[in-house]
């Protein structure tokens, strides 16, 4: 007798429509410039959420985390991301500063897969980056107490509306709970999905030297 979860998944069809076309051999030498080509095609064609992005990190334990966050910036140097500094990620991260990121565009049939060490940014290029996000999401990151119990949501809405004001009347206010992270990545895949599995799949590895190339099996 099939699993509950098994029968509703039978028959949902994969990769139904029209994909983009991938040319590994096209590609450029680094994989930054091809993030940002692939970036510019999904925010074009309407793919939702298109910087959102889930990020995997590992506990003192060495178990295993994972969550979706929001990409804030990225250039060839790495890819950046936010969380508040007591968070639960923020000491995964001071413990073992390695993460994997990956994104996964739906709607074109793409994933992009990275992996690296992960530097804090300086707190001047913290507070900058927080000055630029939205009046209510700078208000949640000084309620902070983030993944801590919640025993009454009246609480966090209290001091939501406490938060919110006081960004409200100090646009310039900034945080020390405030952290951003960058990746910088030892290797980055741009995947590809194709009809029948015939996947593209194009590997950059960092070199002393640059960047290797290589096509992988699907």
Do not use: N
Not at 173 to 191: D, G, I, Q, S
């Amino acid at each position: 007798m099939p699993s509950p979860v098994r029968t509703l998944l039978c028959g949902v069809p994969m990769l139904r429509e029209p994909l983009p076309s991938f040319d590994p051999s096209a590609a450029p030498g680094e994989p930054f410039p091809l993030f940002l080509k692939w970036l510019a095609g999904a925010v074009r064609c309407g793919v939702s959420e298109p910087h959102a992005m889930a990020l995997a990190t590992v506990d003192r334990e060495g178990r295993p985390d994972l969550r979706i966050v929001a990409l804030r910036d990225a250039t060839a140097d790495g890819w950046a991301f936010a969380t508040d500094a007591d968070s639960p990620k923020s000491r995964q991260l001071t413990d073992c500063p390695q993460a994997a990121l990956g994104f996964h565009w739906r709607e074109q049939g793409r994933q992009i897969r990275l992996r690296g060490p992960v530097v804090r940014a300086d707190e001047a290029t913290a507070a900058e980056d927080f000055r630029s996000r939205l009046p209510g999401s700078r208000a949640a990151t000084l309620v902070g107490r983030q993944s801590e119990p919640l025993a009454d949501r009246a609480e966090l809405a209290g001091a939501y509306a406490e938060a919110l004001a006081r960004v409200t009347a100090d646009p310039d206010l900034t945080t020390p709970v405030h952290a951003l992270f960058l990746l910088r990545p030892a290797t980055v895949e741009f995947w590809q999905g194709a009809p029948g599995r015939g996947h593209v799949r194009l590997r950059y590895t960092a070199a002393a030297t640059g960047w290797t190339r290589d096509q992988l099996w699907p």
